[in-house]
């Protein structure tokens, strides 16, 4: 592959990069290089969203527009892409204040002011996906905002500007010179910068150089492995992105089962699983926020292997398999089956993970999904749980409930899905099912939470299963969700 430099369209112009580390992120470029210094950092790692900017790409003839943590993106990700910052929205608003701009003003959405460009490329984002439509709900607008923390304002003002920018005349992006760059860049050879960062396009090109460089580490959203950069400080001295493989990116239903390539983003995947399982819908929306989940990958996610990663608890729970590939060879095993250890599993030198394959839903089947953490968007569980159930009657016919937080692995609970098996699904059969998870587990005590609380929390989660799904009287969707409590007060 001959090396090149990153290209991408930023300021009205397509930019070159020769210079910059394969490692900088488009924050450092930005603040230091291009000197657009609008963009603040806060943590570093991808949690307060001070630093979102917007990342454009071309699907089809149309322009995607995606609000992303600049603080952990390696720039060479942009490559073949459109970055938006703060200062463009001046260039839009003709040198005035863009409507996204004068809204925060106006319903005094801004205090300190450092977070405020976050939050304002944000709702820009928003602004330019709704702006035919016209406004969104609040609850859309807070959704959308999850990934962005004020320490401040709170978030009434906020959200009053994100609905008030919908008021003024309409500031639409001119799309049609971002496509033409797009379109030129895209006529470029496959990324290979400074030999320790490529970007293959194709998945028969991608195998062979993973399996030619088994010591590289294969980039996918950069949402963890951006803070072993930034906080830990570490050297990645060789670099293969699945960004541009888009046999990587697809999910498609095959055999009985949905087919999610390991590099669909979070987004994607949690779309495609809640249109099939629509209990999942509340995890899906805390699973991070926007930046992080337009980011960062479900098949990265599930090969990180975090003992409380979101997605594997639900995975496991489904039966999901997952496709690992080395050069030409395949084989596919149980997710269940792919952890050995606190972040140990069994891939190969070379090897990769290529896709998860999910079950489609049956009739019968039960799936919930539930989530404990300290904040409630955008954080990190104490506990999280996926609990499948099939009933016969009155009895339990299937059982598959898994955890995640409660050990250095995600894995099923067997003594509690044993006690339950074939009996009678009464509050009895849930309190001894209750009473094995100790059998199952012994948790940590960390920053997040006690040994104790965590053990208590699952046996908790059962409990609410039961509730829900308890053959006579279950309670329905209006008395567990905080949401409908809030409607109805």
Not at 132 to 144: I, K, T
Not at 264 to 272: C, H, K
């Given at each position: ?103 925060m003003v106006d319903c005094h959405g801004s205090q300190c002011g ?376």
């Open positions: 592959m001959t090396e090149r430099p990153i290209r991408f369209f930023h300021s009205g112009r397509i930019v070159e990069v020769h210079d910059a580390a394969p490692t900088r992120t488009v924050l450092e470029w930005l603040r230091e290089d291009a000197h657009c210094t609008g963009t603040k950092e806060g943590c570093a790692e991808g949690d307060c969203g001070a630093c979102t900017v917007v990342v454009g790409e071309a699907v089809g003839d149309q322009l995607q527009l995606q609000p992303v943590n600049a603080c952990i993106r390696f720039l060479p990700t942009l490559d073949g892409k459109a970055l938006f910052t703060v200062e463009d929205l001046k260039a839009l608003g003709g040198g005035a204040l863009h409507p996204v701009q004068r809204a450092f977070c405020t460009p976050g939050f304002v490329m944000t709702l820009w984002a928003t602004y330019e996906r709704d702006l035919a439509a016209g406004a969104p709900s609040r609850q859309q607008l807070a959704d959308d905002l999850s990934g962005n923390l004020c320490r401040c304002t709170g978030y009434r003002p906020i959200l009053d500007a994100g609905e008030r920018m919908f008021d003024a005349a309409p500031q639409p992006l001119p799309r049609a010179p971002v496509l033409v760059a797009l379109r030129t860049l895209a006529a470029d050879a496959p990324l290979n910068y400074q030999g320790a960062f490529h970007a293959p396009r194709t998945l028969a090109g991608f195998a062979a150089l993973r399996a030619a460089q088994p010591q590289a580490r294969v980039l996918a959203g950069a949402t963890d492995m951006g803070l072993w950069v930034t906080k830990q400080f570490r050297d990645l001295p060789s670099l293969i992105s699945i960004g541009e493989v888009a046999e990587l990116k697809a999910i498609e239903e095959r055999d009985g089962a949905l087919h999610i390539g390991a590099a669909a983003t979070l987004e994607d995947a949690w779309r495609a699983l809640v249109l099939r399982w629509p209990t999942l819908r509340d995890l899906w929306l805390r699973f991070a926020g926007p930046p992080v989940r337009f980011a960062g990958t479900m098949g990265g996610n599930v090969a990180n292997g975090s003992p409380i990663g979101d997605s594997a608890p639900v995975l496991i729970a489904l039966d999901a398999r997952i496709v690992l590939r080395l050069g030409e060879r395949m084989r596919t095993l149980a997710l269940a089956d792919f952890y050995v250890d606190y972040m140990v599993n069994r891939l190969e030198p070379g090897e990769f993970v290529q896709a998860i394959e999910v079950p489609l839903p049956a009739a019968g089947q039960t799936l919930h999904a539930y989530k404990i953490s300290k904040r409630f968007d955008c954080d990190i569980s104490a506990v999280c749980a996926g609990l499948f159930l099939v009933l016969d009657g009155d009895h339990v016919a299937q059982v598959r409930w898994a955890f995640g937080g409660l050990a250095g692995i995600v894995r099923r609970a067997a003594h509690a899905e044993a006690a339950v098996l074939g009996q009678p699904w009464t509050e009895a059969t849930v309190d001894a099912a209750v009473a094995a998870l100790a059998q199952d587990f012994t948790p940590l005590s960390d920053m997040r939470a006690s040994a104790e609380y965590r053990l208590r929390v699952a046996g908790n989660l059962l409990r609410r299963l039961w509730l829900q799904t308890r053959p006579h009287d279950p309670l329905p969707e209006d008395q567990v969700t905080v949401w409908a409590r809030a409607d109805a007060a």
